[in-house]
């Protein structure tokens, strides 16, 4: 099959006013969203720098088939801040966590975005571009403050890379 | 004096994991009890977060598909097959057919293994450790089919960027008939012993209710959204030549109705569960 029927349309919608832009799609029919999403284009030098992307499907309930999908395209900055789309689809609120936590996409209008996947005291977006695989994060003891007490903690292995 | 009546509204917090012994995986739940009934539980993940994604960013395009077996690690056949057909799509690369129907075979005997594994793992939980080792039994005839056609059981590697590694062993379709035989005898026999029993069904019918806007708000799929009444199959969605086939598929809204059905087949479907 040449055609990938889940590829979807591309629609581009401004940072600014995403949320009427999705809600508009909704009202046309597009009542799932299948998947949220982020790329970082730093390679290609693009600004802005990331395209935060929302697939949406249009999915009828009574006879199981779906008529169409879309990918609605945003693009905004690295310190952009999104208003959330939570309040249309509650599946957009786990989605934003992880733009969040792996690209750094700021979310706002919803109680303060914490990381999905990674824990708080993480530094930095894994998923940019600039991020290098083998960076090492600083060593976190217990929250209570306390340092780690057995002496293979604060063993600094070199990376296998080199880098 | 004034005597209390009625049950004690406090609630109670338990951390549940990320390891626990009654579930299966990492996860941590952090549950608000009343007595015993989880009244809300807020959920964390990632303790299963591997950076696939990142480390595919410095690998080859082929070297991604190991990766991919380790995502849902009970189904790496549908994993390869869906990371390939994605590079495919952003290059305009066309599979032959012979190699595209070879990808649909070993993705729904993937899944199969997958849905063997899920709903043995729920009897189990509820009890029925007989019903599970039936259906690791099943499991195993058709990971001695995937072995014979990968090379793996699990770790399967099978798809490259437009089509997959090899083409199907000569005796594959005699293989295949005689595991689906014993496939579909186990789970006829798990049928037996869990549909329609009693303790089955109180443990499981009417509960974990989902009405089907909500599984759609959501964005869920697969069985879960079927036993919510959306007939939503996405064989069926995304490739043409199956837009009209008719898959068994559940009816109702409760956990009742992600219970095992016999994989498509005329002959059997005299003796298979009705729905």
């Given amino acids: 099959m040449t055609e990938n029927r889940l590829a979807g349309e591309r629609r581009d919608i401004p940072a600014a006013s995403n949320i009427e832009s999705l809600s508009d799609l909704k009202g046309q029919g597009y009542n799932v969203l299948v998947d949220m999403t982020c790329v970082d284009y730093l390679a290609q030098g693009r600004t802005p720098r990331f395209d935060v992307i ?63 996947l990674l824990y708080e005291e993480f530094e930095g977006h894994p998923l940019r571009k600039d991020y290098p695989i083998s960076r090492r994060q600083p060593l976190i003891g217990p929250r209570s403050g306390d340092k780690a007490d057995s002496p293979s903690f604060n063993l600094h292995k070199p990376s296998i890379t080199g880098q | 004096m004034t005597a209390t ?39 964390e993940i990632g303790y299963l977060h591997r950076a696939f994604e990142k480390h595919a960013e410095s690998e080859t395009w082929n070297n991604v598909v190991p990766w991919t077996d380790r995502l849902n690690y009970v189904s790496p056949l549908i994993n390869n097959v869906g990371y390939a057909m994605a590079v495919e799509t952003l290059a305009g690369i066309e599979v032959p057919e012979r190699g595209q129907y ?29 019903v599970f080792l039936y259906m690791i039994k099943a499991r195993e005839y058709l990971y001695q089919l995937i072995d014979g ?73 697969g069985p879960f959204l079927r036993s919510t009444g959306v007939a939503y199959d996405l064989r069926r969605a995304s490739v043409r030549r199956l837009r009209s086939a008719r898959f068994r598929g559940s009816r109702g809204n409760d956990r009742r109705q992600l219970r095992p059905l016999p994989l498509p087949h005329g002959r059997d479907r005299a003796k298979s569960a009705p729905g």
């Fill in chain 1, 54 to 116: 929302y697939r949406l499907m249009k999915l009828d309930a009574a006879t199981g088939m779906d008529s169409g999908r879309i990918e609605a395209h945003c693009a905004v900055g690295p310190e952009a801040v999104l208003r959330t789309a939570k309040d249309l689809w509650p599946a957009a609120d786990w989605l934003e966590r992880e733009v969040w936590d792996m690209f750094g996409v700021s979310f706002v209008d919803r109680p303060g975005i914490k990381r999905l």
């Fill in chain 2, 102 to 130: 070879i990808r649909v075979i070993a993705s729904e005997i993937s899944r199969a293994t997958d849905h063997l594994t899920c709903v043995g793992a729920t009897a189990m939980e509820l009890g029925a450790f007989t």
């Fill in chain 2, 5 to 43: 009546k009625g049950p004690s509204r406090k609630t109670y917090m338990l951390n549940m994991g990320p390891a626990h012994p009654s579930m299966h995986g990492v996860v941590r739940l952090i549950l608000e009890l009343q007595a015993e009934t989880i009244v809300d539980v807020d959920c």
């Fill in chain 2, 149 to 221: 056609l990968t090379g793996a059981r699990v770790t399967t590697s099978f798809t490259r960027v437009g089509g997959v590694k090899g083409d199907l062993p000569a005796d594959f379709a005699e293989k295949f008939r005689g595991a689906a035989k014993l496939v579909r005898e186990a789970v006829s026999e798990s049928d037996r012993l869990l549909t329609r029993n009693r303790i089955f069904m109180d443990r499981t019918e009417g509960t974990g209710i989902f009405s089907k806007e909500d599984a759609l708000a959501y964005g869920i799929t």
